[in-house]
């Protein structure tokens, strides 16, 4: 069983920045795929990133250039660096992380659909 526990959602004005955490329990991260997916009220899950086993990434349109992924080894944790953050930004948050896998070993490139997910932490950009 994997246990995602995000952190460090908050508010903040445009151009500002936050740090999420995604902290995995049960397993290593670069045993399963993960990835990062929002929603914002009234609008459909989005996919924001997936991080592949070998830690390449892929990221969506809307957030390339500004969102990057870092690791923490031995904490077992990865970060969700937002940067030049937009009101179009505003959303739940989630990590997401699933064990199976598309041929050739690469992860599915939808994290909406992963199997496990954490609670979610809420991101607000004002403008």
């Known amino acids: 069983q994997v246990q995602l526990v995000e952190s460090g959602g908050g508010s903040v004005q445009a151009g500002g920045s936050l740090r999420l955490s995604c902290t995995i329990y049960?397993?290593?991260?670069?045993?399963?795929?993960m990835g990062w997916f929002r929603q914002a009220p009234g609008k459909e899950r989005e996919g924001v990133v997936v991080?592949?086993?070998?830690?390449?990434?892929n990221y969506a349109d809307s957030v390339k250039g500004r969102f990057t992924i870092s690791e923490d080894n031995a904490k077992n944790t990865l970060y969700l660096q937002m940067n030049s953050l937009k009101p179009e930004d505003t959303a739940m948050y989630y990590c997401?992380?699933?064990?199976?896998?598309?041929?050739?070993?690469?992860?599915?490139?939808?994290?909406?659909?992963?199997?496990?997910r954490g609670q979610g932490t809420q991101v607000t950009v004002s403008s």
């Open positions: 997401a992380a699933d064990f199976r896998m598309r041929r050739g070993g690469y992860c599915y490139t939808n994290p909406t659909e992963y199997k496990y």
């Open positions: 049960g397993y290593s991260y670069r045993s399963v795929c």
């Open positions: 991080i592949e086993r070998d830690g390449s990434t």
